[in-house]
């Protein structure tokens, strides 16, 4: 039964830390035991350099590497393997368009738009890039929901507004924002859209092609795969244009004293040693994610996001950022102990962000917990 697949049972690290309550999933997810056991199989059987030798371990390990780039295409629908760059995390990937592509297309008077709410990862890439071309930073402003509409935008956008960047799911709302019909406004507008998918492609189905996104961003270790793999989705045709990002190994295809020819796509990105354990790890967290499904997925998540949006909202004093609705937060709840703030004189949050393998009791412990924060900092009721 899928539903198995849940249980912490699968995860090891819940048996090592019997009482663990993990809530930080938005930071990191935990890893099953099937997912460690095959990068482990990885080191232990397969382990050489892929892509350079003819030799039976150098094809093993190439072909368990463009296994688990065919295993991205197939989750996110992408039209060609080609469009699937391996990268050490999100992060990376983002840096990649903007040193890549926006080195190449991005000059003095054009206009970069970057939601306000993007995580700095989202963000300070932009922010150097605008600096670096003496381009104008913009910023979509969203609502105290957080949330962005189609008006805002098309009354951002301008005719020198040459890339917009914007989470699928926000990491501090929890807004799932409607990136199929941004991506239309942009390329209407002859804007190419950047999407960070870091908290969406864990959770919900992503569909490249149905989005219509120009570049989608996302991490392994935030959907139950190791750390240090990450992934970008390019449409081919911008990809093809686009120069290398770093240079050495595996992207290079022919050098002289002169000068070097490139690899083609996806390699040509892919400069030195790559990491083959943390993609075959990728790979056996997709096959895990696909095997339990989405629809389970999100039936958990949104069950356990509605009992905590309840509970907390039963506590003086606690404000949640974002939505009024649970369902508009994802599995994820950033909230602020107001006295707290007020006292200390600091602007900061808190965030507990879900996952599928949390259950009820969970939940429970966290509120229970959070009923005592006041009193634990001198304040009565």
Known sequence: MNDKLLSKANFPVFEVYKDLVYLDNSATQQKPRRVIERAEKYYFEENANPLRGLYNLSVKAT??????REAVRGFIDAESSKEIIFTRNASE??????YSWGR????????????????????LPWQLLAKEKGAKLNYLECDKSGGYTAEALKKALTPHTKLFAIAQISNVFGRLNPIKEFAEICHANGTVIVCDGAQSVPHIPVDVRELGVDFLAFSGHKMLAPMGIGVLYGREELLEKMPPFLSGGEMIEYVTREGATYAELPHKFEAGTVNVGGAVGLHAAIDYINELGFELIEKRENELTALAFDEMKKIPHVNILGADDADDHHGILTFTEQPLHQHLGVQSTARMSLAFYNDEQDIRRFIDALK??????GYDG
Do not use: G, K
């Open 104 to 123: 190449a297309n991005i000059s003095a008077d054009d206009e970069i738009l970057v939601a306000v709410s993007e995580h700095h990862s989202d963000l």
């Open 93 to 98: 990937s983002l840096n990649l368009v903007a």
């Open 372 to 377: 005592t924060v006041r009193r634990r900092m």
């Open 63 to 68: 072909d368990a590497y463009e296994n688990a």
